[in-house]
Each structure stands twice: as structure tokens, then as C-alpha cells.
């Protein structure tokens, strides 16, 4: 049974840091792209970053947020730096079986429920 489990999410000021975890199993890890993608409220789901070998990140995160993977714990993790009001939205974890890095959330396989991020002004 394929699980994402996010975690880490919470409530920030504007400014602030905050670092998202996602477990992954029942898959095999290694050879999956993994992401992020988040959701306002109100707004479609949105590409965030992901990490093959190599890393993609959305214009908006670029050089704020970092996005890595310990293939050994099967994790990957998504570190926001100086985060705005406007990077509210619940944080969703997203494996690509094949490997493909892509920020295309139909190419997504699996999905986790998500961690909220809040940040106030």
C-alpha cells in the first residue's frame, strides 16, 4: 500500500522558516521524482519544486525554497526560507513513478493528504 505522510506544516510570521517532511512507502523510492505542490483556498493546485537527481522549482519559490531527499530513509523534504503570505496553502507531497522530474501534477502517481502552512503578515 503506497503512503505519503506530510509533515511539519504550521503557523510562521512573514519572514519566517519552516521545513516540510513527506514519508514515503510502497514504492520503490529511488527510482520515483518526488514534489511538492500546494493549495489556497479557492485556487487550483499549484507546482512547487521537485527533485530527481536534479531539482525544478517554480519561479515563485526559486532561491527561497530547496527542495532534497534521503532515498535511504525514504523521505523527501521541502525547506522554506523567507516565506510570504502569499505561501499559505496546504502542502502536498507527490511521487512520479517513472522518474521524470516534471511539474505537471497530472504526471503525479501518488499523493499525500497534505500539511498546512500558514503565514501571517
Known amino acids: 500500500q503506497v503512503r505519503l505522510v506530510e509533515s511539519g506544516g504550521g503557523l510562521v510570521q512573514a519572514g519566517g522558516s519552516l521545513r516540510l517532511s513527506c514519508a514515503a512507502s510502497?514504492?520503490?523510492?529511488?527510482?520515483?521524482?518526488m514534489g511538492w505542490f500546494r493549495q489556497a483556498p479557492g485556487k487550483e493546485r499549484e507546482f512547487v519544486a521537485a527533485?530527481?537527481?536534479?531539482?525544478l522549482y517554480a519561479d515563485s519559490v526559486k532561491d527561497r525554497f530547496t527542495i532534497s531527499r534521503d532515498n535511504a530513509k525514504n523521505t523527501v523534504y521541502l525547506q522554506m526560507n523567507n516565506l510570504k503570505p502569499e505561501d499559505t496553502a496546504i502542502y502536498h507531497c507527490a511521487a512520479e513513478r517513472a522518474g521524470a522530474l516534471t511539474s505537471s501534477k497530472s504526471d503525479y502517481d501518488y499523493w499525500g493528504q497534505g500539511t498546512q502552512v500558514t503565514v501571517s503578515s
Open positions: 510502497g514504492f520503490t523510492f529511488t527510482y520515483a521524482a
Open positions: 527533485i530527481t537527481r536534479g531539482t
